[in-house]
């Protein structure tokens, strides 16, 4: 997406709390926040989806109220839990392997073969549409390294692409009827977070509805996970023997309660199947939905440094006072320069769709 100076609205489609805020980008590629607003949805009410009109409405209230303009761009984060992901793997024999490999090569390359999978997607899954993409691999000649400029023969890459239901592009028309398509795009959070790590980084996003995991290392997405669990299973556990809904989730909130079996069945079966990290992952927490028995089994998972959302969304977005999603939306739209493999891929498969 070319920025200019122009308004922006972005959507952070939370199961329980949608957010949304608005910003002014102006030609220097500097954003200001203009508003931000959440409404939370009730506890008691269905959890996101999309053709509902419970969601629509709320998303429309928050409009009217960071913006009385219509022409904006809108950018909607998506859940992961609502996407279908694949991956393929390609190994490519350049010609001749003795000249240094260049962005434009690349380039190239990428197009050609991010075409072909998404020409097969669509023959196969005409009832999904793609929404974006990353390297989760990138080898020359069998070594992870630096690759622009470097010579080498074999050039192996693996792509995970992520596709969303068509009913999402329905319910954009719905909520948004006055907003041309070109005017709307997606974002897939953290696949699109900027920059290399110092370390793997380990993101746990705990949402109302499911809990998923994405390994970062040296640019690339390594893995996305989605658990079957999620922070609403956990009030309901909590409320069993007859509290209201509201209470337990202030005290699942509050962590004012003690380990129950129901709650550790849950942990088990949303952490169970999750590996072990060594001292070299660093883990980020993420979301409103965090029971404290479920932070302590993620120490226990990760033998690295546990951040907070806050602690390092300075590293990752531009707006630290905002939710992680909507502040990296907007860093990924306006820094588009192409300085890594890892940007100059998700340029080129945004550029595949159009």
Not at 76 to 101: G, N
Not at 106 to 124: A, D, G, I, P, T
Not at 210 to 223: C, F, G, Q
Not at 315 to 327: G, K, T, V, W
Request: charged share 25%; proline share 5%; aromatic share 10%.
């Amino acid at each position: 997406m070319s920025v200019g100076k122009q308004d922006f609205i972005v959507f952070d489609l939370g199961s329980q709390i949608p957010k949304g805020a608005a910003f002014v980008v102006l030609a220097s590629r500097q954003a200001r926040l203009l508003s931000y607003g959440e409404e939370g949805l009730d506890i008691a009410e269905e959890l996101f989806y999309p053709p509902g009109q419970t969601y629509s409405n709320s998303l429309q209230r928050m409009l009217r109220q960071l913006t009385k303009k219509e022409n904006f761009s809108l950018i909607l984060c998506l859940p992961l839990h609502h996407l279908i992901w694949q991956r393929r793997k390609t190994v490519y024999r350049r010609k001749p392997s003795l000249e240094p490999l260049s962005s434009q090569e690349l380039k190239n390359l990428f197009f050609y073969v991010q075409s072909r999978l998404l020409e097969r997607n669509r023959r196969e899954r005409p009832d999904l549409f793609f929404v974006a993409g990353a390297l989760s691999e990138l080898k020359l000649d069998g070594q992870e390294r630096e690759l622009l400029g470097a010579r080498g023969r074999e050039l192996e890459f693996t792509i995970i692409n992520s596709f969303a239901p068509h009913y999402l592009i329905d319910f954009t028309k719905t909520a948004f009827p006055f907003l041309a398509s070109e005017r709307i795009s997606f974002f897939v959070f953290p696949l699109g977070i900027r920059g290399k790590q110092d370390k793997p980084l380990l993101i746990v996003d705990s949402g109302a509805a499911k809990i998923s995991l994405t390994e970062l290392s040296a640019d690339l997405v390594r893995n996305v996970e989605i658990l079957p669990l999620g922070g609403i299973d956990f009030t309901y556990a909590l409320a069993r023997k007859g509290e209201n809904l509201a209470s337990a989730e202030q005290r699942k909130v509050e962590g004012s309660w003690s380990t129950s079996e129901d709650l550790s069945a849950l942990i088990e079966i949303s952490l169970g199947t999750v590996k072990d990290y060594d001292e070299k992952t660093q883990a980020l927490l993420c979301g409103r939905s965090w029971p404290g028995y479920l932070e302590e089994e993620i120490r226990r998972k990760v033998a690295g440094e546990i951040f907070w959302e806050k602690e390092l969304n300075e590293e990752l977005a531009l707006f630290p006072e905002l939710p992680l999603p909507i502040s990296a939306a907007m860093r990924f739209s306006l820094f588009s320069e192409e300085d890594t493999p890892q940007r100059l891929f998700q340029r080129v498969a945004a550029t595949v769709v159009r």
